[in-house]
Nanobody, 120 residues
Framework: QVRLVESGGDSVQPGGSLRLSCAASGIGSKIPAMGWYRQVPGKQREFVAGIGKDGITSYADAVKGRSTISRDNAKNTAYLEMSNLKPEDTAVYYC??????????????WGQGTQVTVSS
């Protein structure tokens, strides 16, 4: 049973920064690819950033250049650091773990999400 628990979501002003964390359990000895997606009510969940088993990263155009995804395998934790936040970044952010790095596909396990609100 894979469990993913997100944390770090908050209400911030435009231009602010945030670091999201995802604590994983139930994975056993496997180290999966992990990613972050976000979703706004009424819209489809969209890919934000992903990191493969070997540390290769991928970013959505909307966050490229102002986001960094990383992982600490010893802690079974993935992170998403975002800076220069914009109102359009407002969403529920979900952690995802999977075996594939084909990020356009919604695969694997999901956390319950953490709310990020960017507003002045």
């Amino acid at each position: 049973q894979v469990r993913l628990v997100e944390s770090g979501g908050d209400s911030v002003q435009p231009g602010g920064s945030l670091r999201l964390s995802c604590a994983a359990s139930g994975i056993g000895s496997k180290i999966p690819a992990m990613g972050w997606y976000r979703q706004v009510p009424g819209k489809q969940r969209e890919f934000v950033a992903g990191i493969g088993k070997d540390g290769i990263t991928s970013y959505a155009d909307a966050v490229k250049g102002r986001s960094t995804i990383s992982r600490d395998n010893a802690k079974n934790t993935a992170y998403l650091e975002m800076s220069n936040l914009k109102p359009e970044d407002t969403a529920v952010y979900y952690c995802n773990c999977r075996s594939s790095t084909r990020w356009s596909l919604r695969l694997g396990s999901w956390g319950q999400g953490t709310q990020v609100t960017v507003s002045s």
